[in-house]
T-cell receptor
């Protein structure tokens, strides 16, 4: 069955450092992958989409990579700030109209 | 644009009672999704609609759950009878049609507690 795995542990990093979050998937071949941010008590908010033919995508301090051979996406936040503290969810998807989400990684940026 | 609007924000009910959750999607969005989030299982898709028609309800846990979308601006998720294991945060999301990978827009959820 299809499976999505994100960093199993919560991630704590120091302000100013680069945070790297991992999303691994098995048993399917997504045509694209989306990343969302979720704050406590709120719904997820879309951040970035990367297609299978794109190796890397950037938006301000965010960078996403997509390796279809490794079946993995990496999500980087450079120059991290306490305001980046949140849970980050990945959602690989193919032609299906619905999205399936990973369980998320809780990131805490320490001042 | 007010975004996806869900009500109520919090619902506390006793086991056996009927619960109705409501969602107003973003105007013009053709797809509407209902998700449930728990610590144990994460964010799970329950059902989704395209142009008010249910397309896939395979995620609905059992017959106690039902969802309707009577028009393009309103959807409900009903649980009857409710059980303590239904306690979770229920999210509604919508997205436009056309481009199949357009991002989802989520509401802020309804936190349901069944005692």
């Amino acid at each position: 069955s299809q499976k999505i795995e994100q960093n199993s542990e919560a991630l704590n990093i120091q302000e100013g450092k680069t945070a790297t979050l991992t999303c691994n998937y098995t048993n399917y071949s997504p045509a694209y992958l989306q990343w969302y941010r979720q704050d406590p008590g709120r719904g997820p908010v879309f951040l970035l989409l990367i297609r299978e033919n794109e190796k890397e995508k950037r938006k301000e301090r965010l960078k996403v990579t997509f390796d279809t051979t490794l079946k993995q996406s990496l999500f980087h936040i450079t120059a991290s700030q306490p305001a980046d503290s949140a849970t980050y969810l990945c959602a690989p998807s193919g032609s299906a109209r619905q999205l399936t989400f990973g369980s998320g990684t809780q990131l805490t940026v320490l001042p | 644009d007010a975004g996806v609007i869900q009500s109520p924000r919090h619902e506390v009910t006793e086991m056996g009672q009927e619960v109705t959750l409501r969602c107003k999607p973003i105007s013009g969005h053709d797809y509407l999704f209902w998700y449930r989030q728990t610590m144990m299982r994460g964010l799970e898709l329950l059902i989704y609609f395209n142009n008010n028609v249910p397309i896939d309800d395979s995620g609905m846990p059992e017959d106690r759950f039902s969802a309707k979308m009577p028009n393009a601006s309103f959807s409900t998720l009903k649980i009857q009878p409710s059980e303590p294991r239904d306690s979770a945060v229920y999210f509604c999301a919508s997205r436009p049609g056309g481009v199949y990978n357009s991002p989802l827009h989520f509401g802020n959820g309804t936190r349901l507690t069944v005692t």
